[in-house]
T-cell receptor, first 115, second 108 residues
């Protein structure tokens, strides 16, 4: 079974440019998460989807970040415009269902460098 | 917030058992304790989880204190491939707080 797929794996852009990350969760997984991971820190949740609905986006900086999950499968996270401080790894994860019992499956992440 | 506290780093000799501690004194009765690990340049990988009873799987064992305020991840025989950052998480279902984890070094 294929795991969580993310692309691109690496992205280098100049500040003020837009950037987008794509995630394909494990087939059948209704819950999808986007995390941000700074160097030396653990992942921090940006947004959680149940099917196509964003049920927790309280930590998403909405002035420059946006996300969508059309049809409740693939998801895209966008930053416009990017700032130097956005350099980090962006992780996507999915789980079969919400709730504290269910494990999350993570993709390899997209490493963003903003120059 | 049901946050967790872990030592920043630990070392173990290869083929010896490793006990990774975690404190979660503010955990609620319905929070599950999850452990994940992250190898360099990879996303976190699920290791084990439990609620009240000790749990075993092919990767590790999880020992949960009777008052649930702490837990210990046990790797029975550390290998070089176990060198990673280990995260202990109190999963409320709505919040999944990773913290900074414990960086495990395995010495050959």
């Amino acid at each position: 079974e294929a795991g969580v797929v993310q692309s691109p794996r690496y992205k280098i852009i100049e500040k003020k440019q837009p950037v987008a990350f794509w995630c394909n969760p494990i087939s059948g997984h209704n819950t999808l998460y986007w995390y941000l991971q700074n160097l030396g820190q653990g992942p921090e949740l940006l947004i959680r989807y149940e099917n196509e609905e964003a049920v927790d986006d309280s930590q998403l900086p909405k002035d420059r970040f946006s996300a969508e999950r059309l049809k409740g499968v693939d998801s895209t996270l966008k930053i416009q415009p990017a700032e130097l401080g956005d350099s980090a790894v962006y992780l996507c994860a999915s789980s079969a269902a919400p709730g504290p019992r269910n494990e999350q499956f993570f993709g390899p992440g997209t490493r963003l460098t903003v120059l | 917030d049901a946050k967790t506290t872990q030592p920043n780093s630990m070392e173990s000799n290869e083929e010896e058992p490793v006990h990774l501690p975690c404190n979660h004194s503010t955990i609620s009765g319905t929070d599950y304790i999850h452990w994940y690990r992250q190898l360099p340049s990879q996303g976190p990988e699920y290791v084990i989880h439990g609620l009240t009873s000790n749990v075993n799987n092919r990767m590790a064992s999880l020992a949960i204190a009777e008052d649930r305020k702490s837990s210990t991840l046990i790797l029975h025989r550390a290998t070089l491939r176990d060198a990673a950052v280990y995260y202990c998480i109190a999963n409320t279902g709505n919040q999944f707080y990773f913290g900074t984890g414990t960086s495990l070094t395995v010495i050959p």
